[in-house]
């Protein structure tokens, strides 16, 4: 069954896939009533999460470090141990050594043997599942062989390289800064790191780099680059300039046990990276500190806060399929948990001291994404969408042909009114995304229009060009062709206005106007244009409205009685 599996996995790596990525696994309580977390590792909360996986049909989990709360080599061999149902159903587990992984110092050598004795596969050795082209910077040094590592997974548009960054002391190198211990520096490996990234050569279409540190945290204030987000300026402008040079849109951490989406640029302004924190895994839950906190020394200018949700527990999945990724957050529902028994609040904190793990029940926060054929756009609360605007550029991409459909904002504003910890006002990232269709149009991707927590966006109106070819004058004047969406990549596509939230569907001909409410749609001929005033985001595109599918659209309901 495993082998049929795998093979399965492999088969399908042309397909459109995903992968997981879960966060520290530290059990820091003192006790542990119902002892389902050995050596003060998560199981209680691993063997939920990964449930999770293995229902989405993800082919591999990433985890971003601190596997443990101790480093001693018995609590690395439970953690590969917990790791066995995700192997059992032929997903991949590829883990890294967070600062708790270290903790034992010299005493066990970092860690590092137990580390890949347990985890064979970040050598590529056993359990890969598809995954191939492992490779680890041994030209540096070969005591970063398995800690450091890159593989690829997927074929043609569908494919990506992950890049895994381990900074930690080990035996020959280990520089103290605070209370952490570097070894290898990323300066040391960034030739390394660029060869794997370059776009010309890497034979993927994505890119994705992880490490356990933020660039930039909420709490934690070190870095990977050796020191805090002041520290080796330099080092950190060839990292960053490195990733966006390659197309790297995500820089996936932990550390900071908190779901944190930023921005951040490189301290020469030149480069930036889009940063995912992870949320806790965690019996531990930090809270951020403020901006102008004498630790951050004043770096923080340097970052732009997208979304923000701490005290929870919960997990990511990332959808590759060909130029466009998807990513969906999920938590759980219940949030609010403070501390552990020793950090920040002690043991009047709400959190798992002296009782046993609850039940999770993981619900969608929050879905993000780009397309490499899109663009991004920032929009601040207060200020109009009129500003997104995107096109396919040259008629032409990835190899299939386009429409040249150019896709428009026309009216709407970021009413959102929402802050982080910190009491920053979030901005919007508004990614956009391109891919053929069998309609009038091509079809568009939007994410970012939401506040974590709904799917529902601000009003704003959308339009998209079509092919008068593709569609006949007397179908748009009946009200049987416009703009259309999906609920989902396997769906039908309905009425744009189908999916809102309220209004009233009506049809007009000719061209928008202000006049226009939530649920109007229309189309006009002269322009070869669709449009419509939704609420919503994801996939749109121009082509029939099928009155038996989109039975909300009052007006196309009649025409077909």
Same mark, same amino acid.
């Not at 399908?12 to 997981?20: E, T, Y």
């Not at 696994?25 to 063997?47: E, F, L, R, V, Y």
């Given at each position: ?192 790191? &660029? ?65 944190? %989406? ?20 965690? &019996?531990?839950? #930090? ?22 949700? %701490?005290?929870?527990?919960?997990? #990511? ?29 002690? &043991? ?54 386009? %429409? ?149 659209? %009052? ?7």
């Amino acid at each position: 069954m495993l082998g049929a599996m795998a093979a399965q996995h492999k088969s399908d790596a042309s397909a459109p896939w995903s992968f997981g990525v879960m966060d520290d696994t530290q059990w820091t309580c003192s006790n542990d009533p119902a002892g389902n977390n050995p050596h003060q590792m998560a199981k209680s909360i691993i063997d939920q999460v990964d449930s999770q996986f293995i229902r989405a049909g993800v082919r591999f989990v990433i985890q971003v470090g601190d596997l443990t709360d101790t480093a001693s080599d018995i609590a690395t061999q439970a953690r590969a141990e917990a790791a066995q149902p995700l192997l059992d159903a032929g997903i991949g587990f590829y883990p890294m050594r967070g600062n708790h992984e270290i903790g034992a110092k010299a005493a066990n050598g970092y860690g590092i043997a137990q580390f890949r004795a347990s985890f064979a596969q970040t050598r590529g050795l056993t359990n890969t599942f598809g995954a191939i082209n492992f490779n680890s910077p041994t030209a540096v040094s070969g005591e970063l062989d398995g800690l450091s590592y890159s593989f690829d997974y997927g074929a043609g548009d569908d494919s990506a390289r992950f890049v895994v960054l381990d900074p930690w002391a080990t035996p020959d190198r280990h520089v103290t800064w605070g209370k952490f211990e570097y070894g290898h520096s990323i300066a040391e490996q960034q030739s390394w790191i &660029s060869a794997r990234l370059d776009r010309h050569s890497r034979g993927t279409a994505h890119a994705f780099v992880f490490s356990h540190q933020p660039v930039m945290a909420e709490h934690h204030q070190d870095t990977p680059f050796a020191g805090n987000t002041a520290t080796n300026p330099a080092m950190q402008n060839a990292f960053f300039a490195s990733l966006q040079a390659n197309d790297v849109k995500y820089y996936i951490c932990g550390h900071d046990h908190i779901h944190q %989406r930023s921005l951040v640029a490189s301290p020469d302004g030149l480069s930036s990276v889009e940063e995912i924190i992870g949320v806790s895994d965690s &019996s531990k839950f #930090y809270k951020p500190k403020a901006t102008n906190d004498v630790g951050w020394a004043g770096q923080k200018h340097r970052e732009t806060s997208l979304a923000q949700e %701490r005290g929870t527990v919960g997990y #990511y999945i990332y959808t590759v399929d060909g130029p466009r990724v998807s990513a969906d957050y999920y938590a759980d529902d219940h949030g609010n948990w403070e501390s552990d028994d020793h950090f920040p609040t002690g &043991s009047t904190g709400a959190g798992f001291t002296n009782q046993v793990t609850p039940r999770f029940h993981f619900v969608k926060k929050e879905t993000f994404g780009y397309s490499l054929n899109g663009r991004r756009f920032l929009v601040g609360q207060d200020n109009s969408y009129t500003a997104v605007v995107d096109s396919v550029a040259g008629g032409r991409a990835y190899g299939e042909t386009y %429409r040249g459909t150019t896709a428009r904002i026309l009216a709407g504003v970021n009413n959102s009114t929402n802050r982080d910890y910190t009491e920053r006002a979030f901005v919007r990232e508004i990614d956009t995304g391109w891919a053929p269709s069998e309609l009038a149009s091509d079809a568009l991707t939007l994410w970012g229009l939401a506040d974590l927590g709904t799917n529902r966006t601000d009003t704003y109106v959308l339009s998209m060009t079509y092919d008068p070819a593709a569609t006949t004058l007397s179908a748009i004047q009946a009200g049987a062709v416009g703009l259309v969406t999906r609920a989902s990549r396997s769906a039908n596509w309905v009425g744009a206005v189908s999916l809102n939230e309220g209004g009233t569907p009506s049809f007009a001909t000719g061209p928008w106007n202000g006049r226009y409410t939530l649920g109007t749609w229309g189309v006009d001929t002269n322009t070869a244009t669709a449009w419509a005033v939704v609420n919503h985001a994801g996939d749109f595109a121009v082509g029939p409205v099928d009155p038996l599918v989109d039975a909300k659209t %009052r007006v196309v309901d009649s025409l077909w009685r």
